[in-house]
């Protein structure tokens, strides 16, 4: 989940826009449960947008909320160079390794030369937006919207969980987005530990590896306000069923970025939807009914619907203390497809992110449900990335 000369904020404005953003807080890995909803197979937002089903409560992850790169003040203002193209392995290889934020490097892409540009081309960071106020950033609990070349490790804490024998809920992530060109990008997230509650009050806590996730994104369009991308990613089967993992998910989904007006506000957002394939490796025991015959449980994962919304303003260069700073807000909603038992899941929340040192940034979230048998009272993401 990258230089600009914000606007500042000052006295009463700034004091009644962070009141305004915390308030707000009552789902942004892409790249995703009974409590609210089983987001059909998601691993229980290392970064993200996506959700998981019982037994694991919901949490935020994906593609999805990944922070992106840091670019130098004005970036963007040289003319672009002209088209190049190269072969694909040197094109792999510059968009790795190479300059990506090379004065006149960054050209506009458009939807109509999807197929015939930017294959070939290595990738190239975007401008800080119209009026160069506005890094093309990743925020924790949102969608990404954009191409990142990073990696960050991040760590979520889920605060008195819903269920029997209550307890707080754990997971850590360790994530890279990796760009191949202009038009294709590749995720993955490994989440090395998740933790959560038990239902037996003899046994404690449960600490497994997660399922992992992988994903393609494909820049449809990109300019220096607005960006969109499609992705297409899959759960991997590696987790267990006790802390909310072993499912087989693919996830379809687009994002977008955006810098209305070409001032220091940014909204960005995207919809989509998690699709479990293993659903019915999910399902309880079966009951033995009083007269010997066996009722069959539902799985708790199920194909959902996926959305969110977040808007933020930055508020500093990117060359000071605590540069680049952007608050933000963010709503994340989970709409179950297959059971009408279940609820819709809606949460929201704060977040922000600031530059440390050395391309180094910090962010954070907080999000807190609003609607249904909430899975915790809230959830807190902290994660630390580097742009490479």
């Known amino acids: 989940m990258a230089g600009c000369r914000p606007l500042r904020l000052r006295g009463r404005f700034a004091a009644a826009l962070t009141v305004s953003l915390l308030t707000s807080a009552g789902v942004a890995r892409a790249q995703a449960p009974p409590p609210p909803l089983p987001p059909a197979g998601m691993p229980a937002p290392g970064l993200s947008d996506l959700y998981d089903g019982l037994p694991a409560p919901m949490v935020m992850t994906g593609p999805v909320t990944a922070p992106g790169p840091a670019y130098p003040p004005g970036y963007g203002a040289a003319p672009p160079m002209p088209r190049v193209e190269m072969g694909v392995l040197e094109t792999i290889a510059e968009s790795i390794f190479g300059d990506a934020s090379a004065p006149g490097k960054w050209r506009p892409l458009s939807l109509g030369n999807f197929f015939s540009e930017g294959w070939l081309e290595p990738w190239a960071g975007g401008p800080a937006g119209r009026s160069g106020l506005t890094p093309r950033h990743g925020w924790l609990g949102a969608f990404e919207g954009v191409f990142y070349r990073l990696w960050l490790v991040d760590m979520i804490y889920q605060n008195n969980l819903n269920r029997p024998y209550g307890g707080n809920g754990y997971r850590g992530d360790a994530a890279i987005f990796i760009p191949f060109s202009r038009r294709f990008e590749l995720f993955l997230n490994v989440p090395f530990v998740t933790a959560n509650g038990t239902e037996d009050p003899t046994r404690g806590y449960r600490s497994d590896f997660g399922d992992i996730s992988i994903a393609g994104s494909f820049l449809l369009s990109e300019t220096e306000s607005f960006t969109q991308l499609f992705t297409l990613g899959a759960i991997v089967p590696t987790g267990q069923t006790e802390t909310g993992g072993d499912l087989?998910?693919?996830?379809?989904?687009?994002?977008?970025?955006?810098?209305?007006?070409?001032?220091?506000?940014v909204f960005r957002g995207g919809t989509g939807i998690n699709v479990p394939l293993n659903k019915n490796d999910q399902r309880p025991d079966p009951v033995?009914?009083?007269?010997?015959?066996?009722?069959?449980?539902?799985?708790?994962?199920?194909?959902?619907?996926?959305?969110?919304?977040?808007?933020?303003?930055?508020?500093?260069?990117?060359?000071?203390?605590?540069?680049?700073?952007?608050?933000?807000?963010?709503?994340?909603?989970i709409v179950p497809l297959e059971d009408d038992n279940l609820p819709t899941y809606v949460g929201v929340g704060p977040g922000t992110r600031f530059h440390i040192a050395n391309n180094f940034w910090f962010l954070h979230y907080w999000e807190f449900p609003l609607t249904g048998d909430k899975p915790y009272d809230y959830q807190m993401s902290t994660a630390i990335v580097k742009a490479y």
């Open 248 to 265: 087989m998910t693919i996830f379809p989904r687009y994002s977008f970025w955006s810098n209305p007006g070409g001032g220091a506000w």
């Open 288 to 333: 033995i009914e009083p007269g010997g015959g066996l009722v069959f449980g539902e799985s708790t994962s199920q194909t959902s619907y996926n959305a969110a919304l977040a808007l933020g303003r930055y508020f500093t260069p990117h060359d000071v203390p605590f540069g680049d700073l952007v608050l933000y807000a963010n709503c994340n909603l």
